[in-house]
């Protein structure tokens, strides 16, 4: 072709030239963000998938942070903790020194009394100082607070963990006893000729949780004496005695003086057996039957069986329709939304037929969001009590629940008013359920840390790595791969332009057909 108005190759050329510089471009532009995706035409679908694992991978890391963060903050209130477990391990062995009275002066003690008052003094000062970035961990800012609690179905109420319903600011917690908590209770008739009294003597051994004691018994002796010879020895035995109905001729029950199956009663006859009408034999109700009611007492009934010992039954409750696990008059449930310990009444846990009873849940607690997403799903509710000595140790008394605070000069249950009553039962049960009480929240923190926020961390860390490297793999630019584009590009663009020239040189050949 001899036109010149058109230079077809010219135009193939710049074509050709303008797609291998858009490719250079391209190449370099790879290069130097180090990504492969770097605007939506470069790839519509990988940039759609890229940006929602990099928001993913927002949330996991957020989530690792998260969890470490609540790491810290129960690491502080365990170190706290700590503290107070042997601030209460001291406060019992200054309890048991003072006990001593044979081997210790007034002065003495009353230098113990000082060393209590100032450790239960510190408990309360952890309980109001212990703090992590400005959160109060250990005063009950993280405990949930209830309302509408019953004390006459309901002693002591503690809620570790709950999960609110979206839009919801109460939960309402439905307690009903479907089983009666029982002590261990063996019956003894007493004989009828002459009723109402021991025929022989003999020597009864008797056992429960706290120990074994025997007691010898004579020839006449009324079941009333019977009974004040085992009610004097209940505090080592932790077996009581009472006349059924009442009536000295209707025979004595023993009982365990706690409730569950942790308790029982064995009253045996160790001497030689007496004459046939008084051999003492025992019954108990199979199967934890419940106890009959009525005078006189109904020997006849077929659920009592001939038996030496005896043990209590734990109550059986329903919590929002969830079986609780029962401990004598103790239950609790640990479900993902519901975590409680309950310590019920008597009246409560022994009459199923009373009724439930309900109170709420209106908020409080530390909820701790551990997952890439704000669901309830990945979210962890704990709750943590306050730790002061007016809230430690809570034991039920003849004059009400008493507590830690109880042990400091001028309380009902300090050195000297132990004394005064030569009984110590109080001071004691205050200072094992404290310390159960504090052992037991810090296991609960172990083991918050340990299963939840160290498993969390682990497994969003393999998400973080799985994502990042999912996400690199689609928007990161392989150099390599890149590097040979990039040269092809160059020879291309060097070669594109060498042609370009040679494509406008063509029309200069149509100046030979004219002579020039």
Do not use: C
Not at 204 to 210: D, M, S
Not at 383 to 406: D, F, H, I, K
């Amino acid at each position: 072709m001899a036109r010149i108005n058109t230079n077809i190759s010219s135009i193939i050329a710049q074509a050709n030239l303008s797609k291998t510089q858009q490719e250079l471009n391209l190449r370099l532009e790879r290069l130097s963000t180090g990504l492969k995706i770097n605007r939506g035409k470069d790839d519509p679908a990988g940039l759609i998938i890229s940006e929602r694992i990099n928001s993913s991978i927002q949330g996991v890391d957020q989530g690792i942070k998260n969890a470490q963060r609540a790491s810290s903050v129960i690491s502080t209130a365990e170190a706290s903790l700590a503290e107070v477990n042997d601030l209460l391990n001291s406060v019992r062995g200054l309890i048991v020194q003072s006990a001593n009275t044979g081997g210790g002066s007034e002065e003495e003690r009353k230098a113990n009394q000082l060393q209590i008052d100032s450790a239960i003094a510190s408990i309360t000062r952890i309980s109001n100082t212990a703090s992590f970035g400005g959160l109060r961990l250990l005063d009950g800012t993280l405990d949930y607070t209830l309302s509408g609690l019953i004390s006459s179905a309901i002693t002591t109420a503690k809620v570790t963990g709950a999960t609110f319903p979206n839009g919801a600011n109460s939960i309402q917690v439905n307690v009903d006893v479907i089983a009666s908590a029982q002590t261990g209770a063996i019956f003894y008739n007493g004989g009828t000729t002459p009723p109402g009294q021991i025929l022989s003597a003999m020597t009864l051994e008797v056992r429960g949780n706290k120990g074994v004691q025997t007691i010898q018994l004579t020839s006449s002796e009324s079941l009333a004496q019977v009974v004040t010879a085992m009610n004097t020895m209940t505090a080592m035995t932790g077996v009581k005695a009472a006349l059924i109905n009442g009536n000295v001729n209707s025979g004595i029950v023993f009982e365990s003086v706690g409730f569950g199956s942790d308790s029982f009663v064995s009253v045996k006859r160790q001497s030689s057996p007496g004459p046939a009408l008084d051999s003492f034999v025992t019954k108990a109700l199979s199967n934890n039957a419940p106890v009959p009611t009525g005078s006189p007492f109904n020997w006849a009934n077929p659920a009592l069986t001939a038996t030496d010992h005896d043990s209590g039954k734990d109550v059986t409750a329903l919590i929002n329709g969830t079986l609780a696990t029962g401990h004598g008059l103790e239950i609790s449930i640990n479900t993902a939304a519901l975590g409680m310990d309950l310590v019920l009444t008597q009246a409560m846990a022994t009459i199923p037929t009373a009724g439930a009873t309900n109170f709420n849940i209106t908020g409080g607690g530390a909820l701790f969001q551990l997952g890439p997403d704000v669901t309830a799903l990945q979210q962890t509710a704990l709750g943590v009590p306050s730790v002061a000595s007016s809230r430690l140790g809570g034991s039920q008394t003849s004059t009400g629940v008493e507590y830690l605070n109880s042990l400091m000069t001028g309380g009902i249950n300090s050195i000297t008013q132990s004394i005064q009553r030569n009984d110590w039962s109080g001071a004691q049960d205050i200072l094992s359920k404290s310390i159960d009480e504090i052992t037991s929240l810090r296991g609960r923190l172990g083991a918050f840390e340990r299963n939840v926020l160290d498993t969390n961390v682990r497994s969003l860390q393999s998400q973080f790595e799985n994502l990042t490297a999912s996400g690199s793999q689609i928007r990161d630019a392989d150099f390599a791969q890149e590097t040979s584009f990039l040269t092809r590009a160059q020879i291309l663009a060097s070669a594109g332009t060498s042609t370009l020239q040679l494509a406008n040189q063509q029309s200069q050949q149509v100046l030979r057909l004219l002579g020039q």
